[in-house]
């Protein structure tokens, strides 16, 4: 082990000389810094498998360490340590490029041995060219979880798995359909609570007459037709895994008892008297912007705060295009494994703007499946949204022009880029040269926002913007028809109602 070095960089000497002893007994070649220069000229020096940095130092911080050491040597693996109150920022130090974080004071001195062997395996494999497969692969293939290949995405089921065993509160976010409960599911399979219990419950779809009693169980006599004691979610998820989606769904009241079982361990049956205790680890996920809600006085600041010790934000699905012809074929194999996609289908799916996320991706695919009477899906199979979209083939506009005969109107590409084109202009076009415009409009906004957000530029909006033009889109997509748009949106009726309404939409 000879050919294994480490760093430790931290202000307390004993710290420094802890560790020394401990990997050198090890085999391995240890060095230490206690300031920020001594640090830097170890890094410049050196050439480490692992490196070992405190959060908090006096003449700098472990983030800016971190980015130093990852942009010298990006095969080191770093493990952040850390105190309990600054967990928030190790895990953004993991979204850096941390292997691992540590939490002071140290207690169980095999587990921290364990860490760092995996660390320093980890790192020897990266710097020899033989990294073995993703640390989480085989807990994603158990749950389904196809992953995908977009490094935005990969990241981000690395630090998920890292924080699973953690036993702390996870906040998801991430707009309608891109795979929230999934997420969820993993963390929970990745966990010390695997063999326990994990209850999802939509927040948004329970009735607000009966949230309390769903999430607390009632005593027999509570209320009118109470007749027999019931265990509510929180006593049936006990020692498991709780995932409260639509978060931002549940009533004011039901925001002060979450934040009361998550503060003490305990709650009350509706009806009750005696305190129960439980212990459930709590996963939360929402589509909407609780920091917007909070200023709104529609979500309690002090459960928000609860809720989000570690926030994962899922990207959607029009950022990671790569990854959609995985997913379209896991899709397939589902349904029927005999049947394969055609290129030109396959290129139709990556080129389209995916309001709906990887959830209307899979009806896609549902219905190509039926409609295919062969062994492969073509552009025909697909939803006539997709195949208007192919107007962007090549990243031009073709003219386009009616179909009323002698009296055809012709749009030239240029023209269409300008900003006066007329209402009365375009109603000369026929419905379908109009639909393949609006198609083609969209799936060209999903590359820019793409491209845009790659650069760091202007167009990371809110997730309130998101989801208004998430759910605006979807309804025009099936003509204002609730109940399909609801259900390609996964939210109930009664949901979708009240965002209409809180957005404004109308169908005029």
């Given at each position: ?6 760093l ?69 693996e ?11 920022t ?27 062997e ?15 497969a ?5 807990v994603?293939r ?20 890292k ?180 290129p ?13 996320n ?26 006539s ?24 109107v ?14 009365e ?5 026929g ?60 939210i ?17």
């Amino acid at each position: 082990m000879s050919q294994i070095k480490v760093l430790i960089i931290d202000d307390e000497a004993d710290v420094c000389t802890f560790f020394r002893r401990l990997l050198t007994r090890k085999g391995y070649d240890v060095v230490t810094a206690s300031k920020e220069p001594e640090a830097m000229r170890a890094i410049e020096e050196h050439r480490f498998t692992v490196a070992m940095v405190d959060l908090k130092l006096p003449d700098t911080d472990g983030l800016t360490l971190l980015q130093a050491i990852k942009a010298r040597q990006p095969a080191c693996e770093v493990i952040i340590m850390t105190g309990y109150s600054t967990i928030k920022t190790a895990v953004a130090a993991m979204q850096l490029g941390a292997y691992e974080y540590l939490e002071k004071p140290f207690d169980d001195i095999d587990e921290i041995e364990a860490l760092i062997e995996k660390a320093a395996s980890h790192g020897f494999n990266l710097q020899q060219g033989s990294a073995a497969a993703e640390e989480w692969a085989e807990v994603a293939r158990a749950v389904g979880f196809q992953v995908g290949a977009s490094l935005g995405m990969r990241r981000l089921v690395s630090v998920a798995h890292k924080i699973a065993g953690k036993n702390v509160t996870v906040l998801i976010q991430g707009s309608t359909g891109t795979g929230k409960e999934v997420l969820a599911r993993f963390i929970h399979s990745a966990s010390g609570r695997a063999d326990q219990a994990f209850i999802p419950v939509n927040c948004g779809a329970l009735p607000e007459n009966l949230q309390e009693s769903e999430l607390f169980g009632h005593e027999k006599g509570a209320f009118t037709g109470a007749a027999q004691p019931r265990r509510g979610i929180f006593e049936l998820a006990n020692r498991g895994t709780l995932f409260l989606d639509e978060i931002g769904d549940a009533s004011p009241q039901i925001q002060v008892k979450l934040l009361r079982v998550l503060e003490t361990g305990e709650f009350m049956r509706v009806g009750g008297e005696k305190p129960i205790k439980t212990d459930v680890r709590v996963i939360a996920a929402t589509n909407v912007d609780l920091e917007q809600a909070i200023r709104e006085k529609t979500f309690r600041e002090d459960l928000y705060y609860r809720l989000n010790v570690v926030r994962l934000e899922i990207p959607p699905l029009r950022s990671r295009s790569e990854d959609i012809p995985q997913l379209a074929e896991h899709f397939v194999r589902q349904l029927n494994a005999a049947l394969r996609i055609s290129p030109p289908a396959l290129r139709l799916l990556q080129g389209y703007g995916w309001p709906g996320n990887i959830r209307q991706l899979a009806n896609v695919i549902r219905r190509a499946v039926v409609m295919c009477s062969g062994d492969t899906i073509l552009p025909e199979h697909l939803e006539s949204t997709l195949l208007n979209s192919a107007a962007l083939a090549g990243d031009t506009f073709s003219p386009v022009s009616s179909q009323a005969g002698e009296g055809a109107v012709s749009l030239s590409p240029e023209r269409l880029w300008r900003t006066d084109v007329s209402v009365e202009e375009l109603r000369k076009l026929g419905a379908d040269e109009l639909k393949r415009m609006l198609d083609s409009l969209r799936a060209l906004e999903g590359r820019l926002i793409t491209a845009m957000g790659e650069g760091g530029g202007a167009a990371r909006r809110c997730l309130n913007d998101t989801e208004e033009e998430t759910i605006r889109q979807a309804l025009e997509q099936y003509r204002w028809n609730i109940t399909e748009t609801a259900k390609v949106l996964g939210i109930g009726r009664n949901t979708l109602y009240r965002k209409i309404k809180q957005y404004g939409l109308g169908s005029s």
